[in-house]
């Protein structure tokens, strides 16, 4: 059908920088076998990055401090449908309610995935387009995906970290040190080097249960 939604999941940012500031989230829809990268920027990237590793900021960023300005004025993130527009540039509709109003705002993709993800909102496409641009879940790893602006770029997910840990830069590190590294990362607000930090030691944990 073609209005038929498909209900996705954020499954990984990618930790290699592609052109200019920019990172691939992927997300993956809950019933099928397609992935969908959607390129985003630093800011956007560092923090659902933040949200996936559960790491806590010193101070609130700003999909965090807006999440906080909606419960405040008890405004409820219903739902987030990702749309693509004619030049290949991905956006959402995000319905929000508060008692009987209802209202559907456009944003930006990653804003609203973003802010999705702290309010536990669904997150949906259509199945036209999850067919059109999404990928083969087994085949993501070995093949080139496609960015809004029809470049080709390589990626490669923190889920595919977790999976061959060799590539992990802080492999010959302590526990002890790794989380003093993390500490020390989320001081400095590097959020990026700190989810990688923590990657590695919740492998290594999950290793000695």
Same mark, same amino acid.
């Given at each position: 059908?073609?209005?038929?939604?498909?209900?996705?999941?954020?499954?990984?940012?990618?930790?290699?920088?592609?052109?200019?500031?920019?990172?691939?989230?992927?997300?993956?829809?809950?019933?099928?076998?397609?992935?969908?990268?959607?390129?985003?920027?630093?800011?956007? #990237?560092?923090?659902?990055? +933040?949200?996936?590793?559960?790491?806590?900021?010193? !101070?609130?960023?700003?999909?965090? *401090? @807006?999440?906080?300005?909606?419960? $405040? *004025?008890?405004?409820?993130?219903?739902? &987030?449908?990702?749309?693509?527009?004619?030049?290949?540039?991905?956006?959402?509709?995000?319905?929000?309610?508060?008692?009987?109003?209802?209202?559907?705002?456009?944003?930006?993709? $990653?804003?609203?995935? #973003?802010?999705?993800?702290?309010?536990?909102?669904?997150?949906? @496409?259509?199945?036209?387009?999850?067919?059109? +641009?999404? &990928?083969? !879940?087994?085949? *993501?790893?070995? !093949?080139?995906?496609?960015?809004? $602006?029809?470049?080709?770029?390589?990626?490669?997910?923190?889920?595919?970290?977790?999976?061959?840990?060799?590539?992990?830069?802080?492999?010959?590190?302590?526990?002890?040190?790794?989380?003093?590294?993390?500490?020390?990362? &989320?001081?400095?607000?590097?959020?990026?080097?700190?989810?990688?930090?923590?990657?590695?030691?919740?492998?290594?944990?999950?290793? @000695?249960?």
């Amino acid at each position: 059908m073609e209005n038929e939604l498909v209900r996705l999941k954020v499954v990984g940012i990618t930790y290699n920088q592609i052109e200019n500031g920019m990172y691939a989230m992927v997300l993956e829809e809950e019933d099928g076998n397609h992935r969908l990268p959607i390129i985003i920027g630093y800011n956007e #990237a560092q923090s659902i990055e +933040c949200l996936l590793q559960k790491i806590k900021t010193p !101070r609130p960023l700003t999909h965090e *401090f @807006t999440s906080e300005i909606l419960d $405040s *004025f008890g405004i409820d993130i219903e739902s &987030v449908v990702i749309k693509q527009l004619e030049n290949g540039i991905f956006t959402a509709d995000v319905a929000l309610r508060k008692g009987e109003e209802f209202h559907v705002l456009d944003a930006r993709s $990653s804003d609203a995935i #973003a802010l999705a993800m702290r309010a536990g909102a669904p997150i949906f @496409t259509s199945r036209d387009l999850i067919d059109k +641009c999404g &990928v083969e !879940r087994d085949s *993501f790893a070995s !093949r080139q995906l496609h960015a809004s $602006s029809r470049q080709s770029i390589p990626v490669r997910t923190a889920i595919e970290r977790v999976k061959n840990p060799n590539t992990s830069p802080y492999s010959d590190e302590s526990l002890e040190s790794l989380k003093r590294m993390m500490d020390k990362a &989320v001081k400095n607000e590097d959020y990026e080097k700190a989810g990688e930090i923590k990657m590695e030691i919740d492998r290594r944990q999950k290793n @000695t249960d």
